[in-house]
């Protein structure tokens, strides 16, 4: 059982931080092709366009997420992963809403993100549309992809 949650900005240099994010790449990798993993790396998310938030309950890290801004009014979700022992909490969708929450304080109105179609990703598709995203085309530089669904949303 999860007691108290706390959502801090950055958190890349921790380990456990780095070790998440190394099981997220891994299960992105796994799960689709080379050419339809959109994921990114410590240094790609250290960027001057991102903002990184890690989830916490006291020293266990729960979960971890990422937005990229594109625009003044424009953002994608990147990196969003729960550790599996935290799946099923809510965590997911507390971490959601505070992305969207400051993204609406930074001044952006429409977030934007790309996941994945193999059933693997079945559960995050359904914990987006629960959130009011609805599918798009494809948006910035990605393509259509049979591996990829691309959702947005106007916060």
């Not at 891994?26 to 990114?40: F, V, W």
């Amino acid at each position: 059982m999860i007691d108290h949650i706390d959502i801090r900005e950055g958190g890349l240099d921790e380990p456990q931080v780095s070790a998440l994010l190394q099981t997220h790449l891994d299960a992105m990798h796994a799960q689709s092709p080379p050419e339809s993993t959109h994921t990114l790396d410590l240094d790609s998310l250290r960027g001057p366009t991102m903002c990184f938030w890690s989830v916490w309950d006291g020293a266990t890290l729960l979960a971890v997420g990422a937005m990229k801004q594109f625009s003044d009014t424009d953002g994608e979700i990147k990196s969003m992963h729960t550790a599996q022992a935290a799946r099923g909490c809510g965590i997911a969708t507390k971490l959601l809403a505070h992305i969207e929450a400051e993204a609406k304080a930074k001044g952006i109105v429409r977030l934007n993100l790309e996941t994945g179609t193999p059933s693997d990703f079945a559960s995050a598709r359904r914990l987006y549309e629960r959130a009011g995203y609805v599918e798009c085309p494809p948006f910035g530089g990605y393509k259509l992809d049979p591996f990829s669904v691309f959702m947005t949303k106007t916060i």
